[in-house]
């Protein structure tokens, strides 16, 4: 079992920050018997408020498992889990249901856009359903950023793929909530329209406080977090404060065991590059 505790915030005081979500002891497996996968394996994580936490690891590691537990998507097979003071591993589901949608953002790969609405009504849909009205100079700020102003009009089909996942940063955004998860955010995305994005989120954290927990392959997608969790076999592995894509890389190939270096080795590297 692999502790991680919050971190103070890059840049702050140094401090301990407040804790957005957390887990103890969080195990999901499936099936029974000799075909039992675990795919998290007692797993204690702080999530600090005001901070952009991204998750990494081999195909298979838990990494998605272990965002879809901590945003109350995916139910436990043993442990707890908290988002704020909150325990979500208790709600029923219609409680839950309204935590995700009052305090909680997403941003998938599979956009989740409804084709009957056009863009800026799937902006402001989860609002909507909330019963408030959006800050207008915040949701002219994100519509702006993601360079979504001339489709707006737009219904899901007449968008491309990188235009709707445009859309669903957009509509995580838009709210403000406490806490936003992105799995793999963006993926479908050019490399000029992913770095434009990830620099709005970067900038959400620092500017507004945000907290953002983001799955990601990508070295230089991670690079934007405060801290990288690295996770292997249903196990956090390894904990990195403020990443570098070199820096990130390195940890990737060291755990993949393609990187002939050793552990000591690495340490050396971080020390002449930090």
């Not at 998605?64 to 208790?90: N, P, Q, V």
């Not at 305090?103 to 084709?115: E, R, Y």
């Not at 800050?135 to 979504?148: A, C, H």
Request: glycine share 10%; hydrophobic share 40%.
């Amino acid at each position: 079992m692999t502790t991680a505790v919050a971190l103070p915030r890059a840049g702050g005081s140094g401090g301990r920050t407040a804790v957005a979500a957390r887990a103890r002891q969080v195990t999901k497996a499936y099936g029974t018997g000799e075909t039992r996968v675990v795919a998290l394996d007692a797993v204690d994580v702080d999530i600090a408020r005001g901070q952009f936490t991204a998750i990494m690891g081999p195909s298979g590691s838990g990494k998605s498992t272990l965002m879809h537990c901590l945003a109350g998507l995916d139910s436990l097979t043993s442990g707890r889990i908290w988002i704020g003071e909150t325990e979500i591993s208790k709600l029923k589901d219609k409680q839950l249901t309204r935590l995700r949608r009052d305090q909680v953002g997403f941003i998938f790969q599979a956009f989740n856009l409804l084709p009957t609405l056009n863009a800026l009504e799937n902006i402001t849909l989860p609002m909507d359903i909330a019963g408030r009205k959006p800050d207008q100079q915040w949701l002219d700020t994100v519509v702006r950023t993601v360079g979504l102003g001339a489709r707006l009009k737009h219904r899901p089909s007449q968008l491309s793929g990188g235009q709707q996942q445009r859309v669903a940063v957009a509509r995580a955004l838009a709210a403000q909530p406490e806490i936003i998860f992105g799995d793999e955010p963006t993926g479908n995305l050019d490399s000029r329209a992913g770095a434009e994005v990830l620099g709005f989120l970067r900038r959400s954290v620092d500017d507004l406080g945000q907290t953002i927990v983001m799955v990601t392959h990508d070295p230089m997608a991670a690079s934007y977090a405060d801290r990288v969790l690295y996770l292997a076999d249903g196990r956090i592995v390894d904990d990195m404060a403020n990443p570098t894509a070199e820096l990130v890389f390195e940890r990737m190939l060291q755990f993949s065991g393609d990187d002939p270096r050793t552990p000591d080795e690495h340490v050396e590297a971080r020390g002449r590059t930090s």
